[in-house]
């Protein structure tokens, strides 16, 4: 029962253009949505977050839209910058303590 | 402020044995939950702790356990490792306000080696 799903394995774009990353969940009213960064062999980095009573957060270059309707976020990096090629991870926090449901990840990679 | 440091960051064991893993939260992190990041498996949760307690655990057997310290460091143990324990062991820290909505922040991992 994969409650997070990142259906795009890769993302390969070009510096300053926008990256659009994508995240589908199965069906919960409380959720708790977060965006992590992570680079091989380190720990992620979280980068944003978006409670389910919101449609969007921002913070400098990242925005999180949620479609409660469609149950999917997307988080969005404008300008892209070659620095920003990692692996991103969404996850979830459902109604219980502690713990993160991580989808698959996205590689994303920004060409200079 | 510190981060979530985790010692040691590397160990190379041999099926059989057991291994202890360390996490010391950021200064007044009082959750801590622990996660298994493995290429087949991807990040999966093993426990949580608050408070000296386990509130919440994962689906893995018996052989993972854990503990946390009235200064909330945690540990956790593996016993009689198997060649498929081999992963990035990470841990995480949140406020631990009471609210299941926290931000975790991560530390660098624990990469085991089981030979």
């Known amino acids: 029962d994969q409650q997070v799903k990142q259906n795009s394995p890769s993302l390969s774009v070009q510096e300053g253009r926008i990256s659009i990353l994508n995240c589908d969940y199965t069906n919960s009213m409380f959720d708790y949505f977060l965006w992590y960064k992570k680079y091989p062999a380190e720990g992620p980095t979280f980068l944003i977050s978006i409670s389910s009573i919101k449609d969007k957060n921002e913070d400098g270059r990242f925005t999180v839209f949620l479609n409660k309707s469609a149950k999917h976020l997307s988080l969005h990096i404008v300008p892209s910058q070659p620095g920003d090629s990692a692996v991103y991870f969404c996850a979830k926090v459902g109604t219980s303590y502690g713990k993160l449901t991580f989808g698959q990840g996205t590689i994303l990679t920004v060409h200079p | 402020k510190a981060g979530v440091t985790q010692t040691p960051r590397y160990l190379i064991k041999t099926r059989g044995q057991q291994v202890t893993l360390s996490c010391s939260p950021i200064s007044g992190h009082r959750s801590v939950s622990w996660y298994q990041q493995t290429p087949g498996q991807g990040l999966q949760f093993l426990f949580e702790y608050f408070s000296e307690t386990q509130r919440n655990k994962g689906n893995f057997p018996g052989r993972f356990s854990g503990r946390q310290f009235s200064n909330s460091r945690s540990e956790m143990n593996v016993s009689t490792l198997e060649l498929g324990d081999s992963a990035l062991y990470l841990c995480?820290?949140?406020?631990?306000?009471?609210?299941?909505?926290?931000?975790?922040?991560f530390g660098p991992g624990t990469r085991l080696l089981v030979l």
């Open positions: 995480a820290s949140s406020l631990g306000s009471g609210e299941y909505q926290e931000t975790q922040y």
